[in-house]
């Protein structure tokens, strides 16, 4: 390259504090509290009414009068581990909470949430060089696996950590290049920031004639759990969930079996039974009107998503599913495109003021 000119560059892409303080926040399902934390400084103030369920889930409203009951529904847990023995050695063995990739785990370090702080320490195994050509080919099993704290023994384990204590991993959020973000647990604290993001804006739209409820939902890694008391709570006309789904512009993706989903190719709208066809027509002529580019996904049977749950409760209720792009899933390095969460904003925003009293979906 010549000397007197300089390489492309990318515009450095603006992050938001809220977004990044929710990554930051260590909230395996069942142990959410950080994330509460994250959720309840930068929502509580400006909802009209602020409070945290019996199973961990948030709920902001804004109100209005009259109006239809609009509910949106992001989750703020993430993958983790539990600590179940501690062997005499001082090694930590654990389970996983939800659903791990287990050729992942090993070599990685970890946050282990305990009463007393954070405890660090490393995922641990069997090195290579100690493995049968045979075992080298398998891919080690949970009780094959353990973490290292650095104790000596299990007396010295038992002063800092606790059976029952949940981990983490450590890999904090970083941009690639231009739009492109890695971190562990974009899925779900990507649409967790969206649901939020869109109700502190709402808050100042003088067109908004429905009432907003915007859910940071829990326990949604081990089966959508916290969507189902908090969707009869809300008991909502309508509602949204917004979650991660897979980008498949990267290698060894079959678009014969899952599609084709790019990275910076907009909001994932999914069509199906477990999508209200009503709900999923208004989404796309908000996406028309607001010039939001979108990808639609099928899906042929209830996702694994809290759009589940939401669907069903109670005597049903229409529901649409949003889906932010992204690629390597449950994994200690996820990626999206800035771009993709900033219209996922929007399309909600641009949903609820399109909402008044006499919207009917049928």
């Known amino acids: 390259m010549p000397k007197n000119r300089k390489s492309p560059t ?31 400084n930068n929502i509580a103030s400006i909802a009209d009414d602020f409070f945290v369920d019996a199973l961990g889930s948030c709920h902001a409203t804004l109100e209005k009068k009259e109006g239809l009951t609009l509910m949106l529904a992001g989750h703020i ?8 023995h501690i062997s005499a050695k001082g090694f930590l063995y654990f389970d996983a ?27 641990g195994k069997r090195a290579i060089h100690l493995m049968t050509p045979e075992d080298r080919k398998k891919v080690p099993e949970m009780h094959q696996m353990w973490i290292d704290i650095g104790a000596k023994d299990k007396e010295e384990a038992l ?15 970083e941009i690639l ?30 067109k908004r004639k429905c009432n907003v409820v915007a859910v940071s939902t829990s326990q949604e890694e081990i089966g959508t759990r916290g969507a189902i008391p908090s969707s009869y709570q809300v008991s909502p006309d309508v509602a949204l969930a917004v979650d991660v789904s897979h980008a498949t512009d990267h290698p060894d993706a079959d678009h014969r079996k899952y599609g084709a989903f790019t990275l910076g190719g907009g909001p994932i709208l999914t069509r199906g039974p477990n999508v209200h066809p009503a709900v999923f027509e208004r989404l796309m002529d908000c996406a028309s009107a607001e010039k939001i580019a979108v990808q639609i996904e099928a899906d042929p049977r209830p996702t694994g998503t809290d759009a589940r749950s939401i669907q069903i409760s109670k005597s049903g209720v229409p529901t649409g599913l949003i ?21 996922v904003v929007k399309l909600l925003v641009s949903f609820a003021n399109s909402l008044d009293s006499n919207s009917v979906f049928e």
């Open 10 to 40: 990318s515009p450095k892409p603006i992050v938001p504090s809220f977004l990044k303080e929710l990554l930051l926040a260590r909230s395996p399902s069942g142990y959410e509290d950080e994330a509460r934390t994250v959720v309840k």
């Open 77 to 84: 847990d993430e993958l983790g581990l539990i600590i179940k």
């Open 97 to 123: 909470i939800g659903g791990h990739d287990r050729s992942m785990i090993s070599g990685r370090r970890v946050d282990i949430i305990t009463r007393k702080g954070i405890v660090r320490g490393v995922t």
């Open 159 to 173: 002063a800092r950590v606790t059976i029952g204590d949940a981990a983490v991993y450590d890999h904090g959020f």
């Open 177 to 206: 290049h231009g739009p492109l973000a890695a971190s562990r647990a974009f899925d779900d604290k990507s649409g967790a920031y969206a649901v939020n993001e869109a109700l502190i804006r709402l808050a100042k739209s003088r």
């Open 323 to 343: 889906g932010i792009p992204l690629r390597y899933m449950h994994t200690p390095s996820e990626v999206i495109d800035l771009n993709d969460l900033e219209a």
